[in-house]
């Protein structure tokens, strides 16, 4: 799975790990838990976070351990991160509300997808970007340092550092430096 090669959902060991991550997900959302009980729990759901992490109300994700975040990391509300794949995202970044984040997709081909197979590809976001309301950022994307993506985007390739994306499909609408 984490190679990005076909894999099965439906494994014992994949479903123990989403049903984990699930259970501290609805912890985090409904469980009324505030300041250090909260960080406990957002460092026990992801693989790895710097200081500072904070994320929002009905945040979701597949795994959770798969997801790697830098210092001064913030997700407002609503956030959905899913992580078949690796996902690093680095420091001083921020997530708008209802932002998707999604490594997993399907295969092409119908009769294998029709199997029940996935597979998905990694996304990387650089240090001190912000991803702006219900911006959607697709399976492989690399995003440079200091990018900010437009509300609303849908982030379908890679992008340099330093610079606005905006649009569907997303596209440079300005350069930074």
Same mark, same amino acid.
């Given at each position: 799975?984490?190679?990005? /090669? ?6 014992? +060991?994949?479903? $123990? ?11 985090? &959302? ?6 250090? /009980? ?5 460092? /026990?759901? @992801?693989?790895?976070?710097? +200081? ?18 830098? +210092? ?13 794949? *690796? ?12 932002? #998707? ?9 119908? +009769?294998? *997808?029709?199997?029940? @197979? ?14 702006? #309301? *219900?911006?959607?950022?697709? !399976? ?5 340092? &200091? ?5 609303? $985007? ?5 992008? !340099? ?12 609408? *300005?350069?930074?430096?």
């Amino acid at each position: 799975m984490l190679a990005g /090669e076909l894999y099965s959902a439906a494994d014992p +060991e994949l479903s $123990a790990m989403h049903e984990r991550a699930v259970a501290l997900c609805e912890r985090l &959302n409904y469980g009324g838990v505030t300041g250090g /009980e909260r960080r406990r729990l957002i460092g /026990e759901l @992801l693989g790895s976070c710097g +200081e500072n992490a904070v994320i929002g109300r009905d945040f979701w994700c597949d795994y959770g351990c798969n997801i790697h975040v830098g +210092e001064n990391f913030y997700t407002n509300y609503g956030v959905v991160i899913l992580d078949v794949c *690796r996902v690093t995202i680095g420091k001083n970044c921020l997530i708008a509300p209802q932002v #998707g984040i999604y490594t997993a997709c399907h295969p092409l081909d119908e +009769e294998t *997808r029709i199997s029940g @197979l996935e597979l998905g590809r990694p996304i990387t976001i650089g240090d001190n970007c912000w991803i702006g #309301g *219900r911006a959607v950022i697709n !399976p492989g994307v690399t995003l440079g340092d &200091n990018v900010v993506v437009g509300s609303g $985007a849908v982030v379908t390739k890679s992008f !340099p550092s330093d610079v606005v994306i905006a649009g569907n499909p997303a596209k440079i609408i *300005r350069h930074l430096k």
